[in-house]
Nanobody, 125 residues
């Protein structure tokens, strides 16, 4: 079973940047598509971005397209989410999750079996 641990969250001013990291252990990362999700207080969870097993295919929610970039380093068992031009509406708990079922590409609506504990991101002046 893949275990995931997120880090890199914090408080940042509007317009600022953060890079979230997702460290994987317990299994080989390149057997999984990975997604980043977020949940703001009182709102439903949103699929922010995902990346295919090889890293060649990525998708983004419209709300973050052009501002966030997902990447992965399978050799280091790491997945990253670079977040630029942050807005107050990006405030949420961010989670990474693993999808072992999607062999090619990625899908933010797919079934994700393994989840991290989340990291808090607060965008405020």
């Amino acid at each position: 079973q893949l275990q995931l641990v997120e880090s890199g969250g914090g408080l940042v001013q509007p317009g600022g940047s953060l890079r979230l990291s997702c460290a994987a252990s317990g299994s080989t990362l390149n057997y999984y598509a990975i997604g980043w999700f977020r949940q703001a207080a009182g709102k439903e969870r949103e699929g922010v971005s995902c990346i295919s097993r090889s890293g060649e295919i990525t998708t983004y929610a419209d709300s973050v397209k052009g501002r966030f970039t997902i990447s992965r380093d399978n050799a280091k068992s790491m997945v990253y989410l670079q977040m630029n031009s942050l807005k107050p509406e990006d405030t949420a708990v961010y989670y990474c999750a693993a999808d072992p079922y999607t062999a090619y590409g990625c899908n933010r609506q797919a079934r994700y079996d393994s989840w991290g504990q989340g990291t808090h991101v607060t965008v405020s002046s």
